[in-house]
């Protein structure tokens, strides 16, 4: 017997939510040696929807477990967010498209 954990009317829920349902998806969750920093000089951004943006993605971390290591690195920042620590957000909504099919076979 086999059971598959999956959560993609949840994930294609929040692409329509913030605005991700016709982008172009990627294969990589972040690019290759992303690094972000507290003390960023790019201007701020909205805190409130970057916040729900993060909050969404951790609730996917159950059935997605190859995204925790991105997920980590761009949570870090909520407190002070820049418009630096935003574009990774946004390429992690583009991974969401393409992935939103995949979940754990038990």
């Known amino acids: 017997m086999e059971f598959c954990i999956s959560q993609s009317k949840y994930v294609k829920k929040m692409l329509k ?4 349902s016709d982008c ?7 690019t290759i ?4 920093r507290k003390d960023d000089e790019s201007p ?4 409130n929807k970057y ?10 971390n159950m059935s997605k477990p190859n995204i925790m290591q991105a997920i980590c690195l761009v ?6 967010l820049k418009v630096t620590h935003e574009k990774p ?7 969401l498209k393409g992935t939103v099919d995949y979940g754990l076979w038990y």
């Open 17 to 20: 939510k913030f605005g991700f």
């Open 44 to 47: 701020e951004v909205e805190q």
């Open 24 to 30: 172009k998806p990627v294969t990589t969750p972040l």
């Open 51 to 60: 916040r729900s943006m993060i909050g969404g993605i951790l609730y996917l």
């Open 89 to 95: 957000v946004k390429r992690f909504f583009q991974y």
């Open 33 to 36: 040696g992303c690094k972000l």
């Open 75 to 80: 949570s870090r920042f909520q407190a002070n």
